[in-house]
């Protein structure tokens, strides 16, 4: 059990109970999964891409301690130089303690190894209780090495619980440790 859990369930369980006045423990917000995925655009030729994507692999290898899997185009788009079965990206979906894992290493880490970070934003709730969020950089992860980085990508976070409102995850996430940005008074 990672730290970050065992604070979950001895300190963030009870408060948001007493909080939500509910009487069960089943009936707290908690985080389902953590699904990680990058796309790739650059470079247009499906073999550089191909390579570009094995670079990319092993990093997200690094960040999440599990090998991501690699995402197929389903159609054939002409426009777009693309056909049924090109490498688009990865993706990786955390579960368990692999989950908790890359969460506290997120807050406790790598968010606050960001340039100018004033918080993460309040904005991307999906109305379900579903939070995600952009990170622009992967070097902001202090396993992933710049001898293996050829170019600078940003990726996908997705934290999908079991809230049902936008404010039951927002204050799930807040008694997390997660950093968000403190509103500001426009007056």
Do not use: C, H
């Amino acid at each position: 059990m990672t730290a970050l859990q065992q604070y979950y369930l001895e300190t963030v369980v009870p408060q948001l109970k007493k909080e939500m006045d509910v009487q069960s423990d089943f009936a707290v917000p908690r985080l389902l999964k953590i699904v990680l995925n990058m796309g790739v655009k650059d470079p247009q030729e499906p073999r550089a891409r191909k390579q570009a994507l094995e670079n990319i692999v092993q990093q997200f290898m690094v960040i999440s301690g599990q090998k991501p899997n690699i995402t197929l185009a389903r159609k054939s788009i002409a426009s777009f130089k693309l056909r049924e079965g090109d490498p688009l990206g990865v993706k990786v979906t955390l579960r368990g303690k692999r989950m908790w894992q890359f969460l506290e290493k997120l807050i406790a880490v790598a968010l606050p190894r960001v340039k100018d970070f004033q918080g993460v934003s309040k904005t991307g709730f999906d109305g379900n209780g579903n939070y995600s969020l952009g990170i622009e950089e992967q070097i902001i992860f202090p396993e992933v090495s710049y001898d293996m980085v050829e170019s600078i990508r940003s990726f996908q976070a997705v934290f999908v619980s079991t809230a049902e409102k936008n404010e039951d995850a927002l204050q799930l996430l807040t008694l997390l440790g997660m950093p968000f940005a403190k509103e500001v008074d426009t007056k």
